[in-house]
DNA sequence: TGATGTGAACCCATTCACAGCC
DNA sequence: GGCTGTGAATGGGTTCACATCA
């Protein structure tokens, strides 16, 4: 109804939310100002009540016999999401894929900025990556600290990412994304994603193992995006 | 009951057993040899009664009283999500990220082998990384063809995910890992994963607003691992 | 008329609770 | 006694279908 006092909004929905994000970022650059909750479906490949239902979720936004304005809408989920402020990050581990995701240009835009790398390799310690100097682990807390960081990524071989896990705890921060291929353990109060990429293969190989035994293992419904 | 005719597993626990499979390996790793759906739970972070349930799927391999034998149970997981066999893959993109991906070692030991890598930029063309050397994208339905490939990587920046996908289905890959940050258009039968850094830290940053805002966004249930 | 917003129905996933078995 | 395996209960998420309104 009104504006301030958000109502929670279901887990799912807000894992949707970033992607419908994306997609108004992109229409938004080819110069189109209206879309319909039909359109935002086909682009995003889910269904149309679905998107109407997750943008309910942030209030009454769009104009029925019309559709939702693209600036506007943009604005309202950015703002859900706590977008309208620039989220410092830390990343733990600065070997192949710390450096990649330190030079990956395209946090700046999209609400986040890198406050600082670290490692334990004191060899690596002073090299400068996407901008950032490399630090030492043992300084996290201070950058934590200094930086208000509230969110750290975990870029270390799996043999030191509980140790990585346990160093950002340490240092207070509350959210963390985990690449390293193992799991990790942490207090309940701090939310943990993880991204794995043998992980999502092996998804896709028992569905690719379906498929070869001509199972059609699902109408591949709903995942699916039209061409 | 048997074992061949293969019932269909839901979504969302075949989702959760490469998870198993990898806490399996560990625990063999250091010598263990049996397992309960407790134990198992606890290093999953998840609930007990959904590790039971999760494993009855493949069929019943436990022992009442007891738990299960990690060797037995890591040998039914891996057949059960086909990775007895090995899966060649395709990246598309021989930039930083898919450089990092080629070199990750981690994939040979879990079922995966990059069968090759490939890029539009002609320049690049020839160099090896991660022991395969990368040709051009041309090449790309030669390589699925002539090895069999049929899971690809997109590694390409945003601007050229979707010609990337294009190239993959018409070298007939049948499923699709996505790391660009763009949504992909694909065909129906293509099943397509999609792993994005800016989309899973702006899901955190929800959280973190919540929490910045005292507004105890979930009592963290589930998702949270003990320490 | 055309598209939103939303109760209600449906469906899938999670959790409970206990019978069954070692 | 202890732990698995699983029907039954619950809960959340998705989809339907339509009242509502520009």
């Given amino acids: 109804m009104t504006d301030f006092p958000r109502r929670r909004i279901p887990e799912a929905a807000v894992a949707r939310l970033p992607m419908y994000l994306r997609i108004l970022t992109e229409l938004s650059a080819e110069g189109t100002q209206q879309v319909s909750s039909d359109q935002l479906a086909q682009l995003a490949g889910v269904n149309a009540a679905k998107v109407r239902k997750d943008l309910s979720y942030l209030g009454s936004y769009g104009t029925r016999g019309v559709g939702y304005d693209i600036e506007y809408l943009t604005y309202q989920i950015q703002r859900e999401l706590g977008l ?3 989220w410092p990050v830390v990343i ?8 990649a995701l330190a030079n990956y240009g395209g946090l700046g ?3 986040f900025n890198v406050a600082g790398v670290v490692d334990v390799d004191p060899s690596k310690v002073g090299s400068v990556i996407g901008g950032v100097r490399i630090r030492h682990i043992d300084d996290l807390a201070n950058i934590a600290q200094s930086k208000s960081v509230s969110i750290g ?3 270390t071989p799996a043999t030191h990412a509980q140790e990585a896990a346990d160093h950002l705890v340490r240092a207070g921060i509350g959210s963390i994304l985990n690449f390293a291929p193992v799991v990790i353990s942490v207090p309940r109060h701090v939310r943990v994603r993880k991204v794995d990429l043998a992980l999502e293969l092996q998804i896709l190989s028992y569905y690719e193992q379906m498929r070869s035994k001509g199972l059609r293992a699902v109408p591949d419904v709903a995942d699916g995006q039209t061409a």
């Fill in 84 to 86: 309208n402020q620039s």
């Fill in 92 to 99: 733990v581990g600065a070997g192949n894929l710390g450096q």
């Fill in 109 to 111: 835009g999209r609400g």
């Fill in 153 to 155: 990524v975990i870029a």
